[in-house]
């Protein structure tokens, strides 16, 4: 099982559409949570934490569960420039990682006019 | 205030020669870690230096090595260059090594291997 697993894309939207995007990662020691964004051939770019409580910032909701390793992320209102590929990335101080990111293979989303 | 900066951004080489990719942090910013990006998948990580020392490597072979020098900025090498070498490197940094560490990546440096 890999360690970070993503929602197979491409999601296609149209612009005002709300979408969400799920991942689920394999070792119960990760203690930290993002997503972040990385439009085509450039560096991802940190979106948002991930906290337990959930965490929301405009348009974008970010959800943890722990139970179920489960983190999702929710954009309302999606935008043009919303277009991008998403990274859910978990970070543990276990084994080969030394605490480092460990990232899913991303999902792409776009968004149509 | 300038953002990682990594050079050079595009480079192409041959099987078997060796590399050296540049990075200079955020200021401020002790750590730098390394990833590379395989075409249609998610970074991967190389290694982490934090005050000059490794904290941490992924899973790579020998032929992958970096320091980090007085100033914070790093180097990457790569030996005897593989066409599975081929990727886009990235360089992050960040203040420190916690956890809850938010990292920040430079532009990356697109590596082809003929």
Known sequence: ?113 | DAGVTQSPTHLIKTRGQHVTLRCSPISGHKSVSWYQQVLGQGPQFIFQYYEKEERGRGNFPDRFSARQFPNYSSELNVNALLLGDSALYLCASSTATGAGEKLFFGSGTQLSVL
């Open chain 1, 1 to 113: 099982r890999k360690e970070v697993e993503q929602d197979p894309g491409p999601f296609n939207v149209p612009e005002g559409a709300t979408v969400a995007f799920n991942c689920t990662y394999s070792n119960s020691a990760s203690q930290s949570f993002f997503w972040y964004r990385q439009d085509c051939r450039k560096e991802p770019k940190l979106l948002m934490s991930v906290y337990s409580s959930g965490n929301e910032d405009g348009r974008f909701t970010a959800q943890l569960n722990r139970a179920s390793q489960y983190i999702s992320l929710l954009i309302r209102d999606s935008k043009l420039s919303d277009s991008a590929t998403y990274l859910c990335v978990v970070r543990g101080d276990y084994g080969g990682s030394q605490g480092n990111l460990i990232f899913g293979k991303g999902t792409k989303l776009s968004v149509k006019p």
